[in-house]
Each structure stands twice: as C-alpha cells, then as structure tokens.
C-alpha cells in the first residue's frame, strides 16, 4: 500500500492547527492574604487605641466623682461651721445682750468653783452658784449664769473701783429679790429683762422674808423708773423696808405675791 503523499503546504497547517498559538500573558494582581493581613493590622489598633480612650475616660470620670464629692464636704463643713457659728452665740455676746461690754479690753473667763468659800470672802458672791461665769475685764467684773442668761452680780474694777455701773454702762442696775416664798421667781422676772438694755440685772436672790402681800420697787438713786411702775403696778418708794440689806443696785425690785 502506497503511503499518502502529504505536500508540505499541508504539513505546516497541520501543525499550526495542533501546536499551541503563540500567546502574551497578562499579569493579574491580587489583593489576597497581603490585603487580609493589613485589615488585621489595623483593626487591633483601632481595638488598642479604644481600649487606652475607654481607660483615660474613666481614670477621668474617677477624679471628677473624687474631686466633686471633696468639694462637697468641703460646702456642707463650711456650712456646718456657719450655721454653729451663727446659731450659737459666745459666752461675751450673750452677756452683751445684757450689760454693755467694754471693747478695747481682753477679758478673762473662769468659772466659779467653790462658791461657798467664795460668800466667805467677799459679799460680791453672795448669789453666785458653782458653774457660774466669771468675766473679768481691767475695769468690769461680772457674774454671770449662762444657765438662766441672768447676770448675777457686777462691780467696777482697778482705776475706777467704788464707781456706780452706771457711769461705766449707761444703764439702770437692779437688785431682784424674791419676797413671796415662791422659788425661782426672781430669776424668772430676771429673764423678763434679757436683751433689754436700759436696765442691768445686777443680782437676784431672796428677800429678808417671804411674806410680802405685793412687790415694791425701791428707787435709791432717783431714776426715771416709769416703766418699772408700769410693769409692776406699783409706786416706787425711796427707802428699803426695815430688814433688808442694803445694796449697791440703783432700783431694788422685792417681789410680793400679787
């Protein structure tokens, strides 16, 4: 059998029908794990970044809440204080309310112990009670009873001793004296007296007796005692009832039972 006979014009396009074309590659770029990797990158700093915000945020909010509650105790410390302060007076303003105290003069404050062998001593502490105050300036001393805010007794002192209250004061003094048996009653009519400042309560205590119908008003020193009259329905006398002490107070007011 004769081989077929193939012209070489066919050879080649057989051979460029079976033999792969020439081709020119196209390069593709991809954005696959490099792109995965740089989300991720990116993510835990945006995660870092939150976290330290959400930490200064509340560090912050903590010293805000610390700083605020201080400033309030501060406020109600101040108040407190203020309120104390306003709400209670000292010792010297309520003694104030009184007798008019000297300004240019530091006094000195005790308190009285031992009252009984204080009476001994002196007669300036004859109603005086263990506990009461004793203020003492360079040219006023006073007895004083921050219990029932009366002032027991007072006399000048140093350069102008043995003057009346009076000259130093500007006020009528009065002697309080219970003379109708029933207790307390002369330092109840004291209180009628607190912040009046035309008068001074300089001592209360018991009459010589108790047996007085009404009060009596004693005027010593010839003041203007109108109101007093007024108050007690009564007439001023000049002269002390026979038995009772004398005494250095400008008006003595014996208390009766009507």
């Known amino acids: 059998m004769q081989k077929p006979i193939v012209k070489q014009e066919q050879k080649e396009e057989n051979f460029d029908a079976i033999a792969p074309q020439r081709q020119t590659p196209i390069m593709v770029k991809t954005n696959g794990p490099q792109g995965k990797t740089k989300l991720g990158s990116m993510g835990a700093l945006f995660l870092v970044l939150f976290l330290a915000a959400a930490g200064a945020g509340a560090w912050f909010y903590w010293q805000y809440n610390g700083l605020n509650k201080q400033v309030s105790d501060l406020e109600a410390l101040n108040l407190d204080s203020q309120k104390n302060f306003e709400g209670e007076p000292s010792l010297l303003d309520k003694i104030n309310q009184h007798i008019l105290l000297p300004h240019d003069q530091e006094p000195k404050i005790t308190t009285i112990e031992n009252v009984g062998a204080l009476k001994k001593q002196e007669a300036f502490y004859e109603y005086a009670q263990d506990g009461d105050s004793l203020v003492q300036f360079s040219s006023l001393e006073i007895i004083y009873n921050p219990v029932a805010d009366v002032i027991v007794n007072a006399r000048t002192r140093g350069a102008v001793a043995g003057a009346e209250i ?87 007011i014996i208390l009766g039972r009507s």
């Open 166 to 252: 009076r000259a130093v004061q500007g006020a009528i003094t009065i002697d309080i004296r219970n003379g109708a048996g029933k207790a307390g009653l002369a330092g109840k009519t004291a209180e009628t007296f607190k912040g009046v400042k035309e008068f001074i309560v300089q001592s209360t205590g018991n009459a010589a007796k108790n047996s007085y119908a009404k009060t009596i008003i004693v005027n010593r020193t010839e003041k203007d005692v109108t109101g007093l009259e007024k108050q007690f329905n009564t007439q001023a006398v000049k002269d002390l009832p026979a038995g009772e002490r004398s005494s250095t107070a400008d008006v003595v």
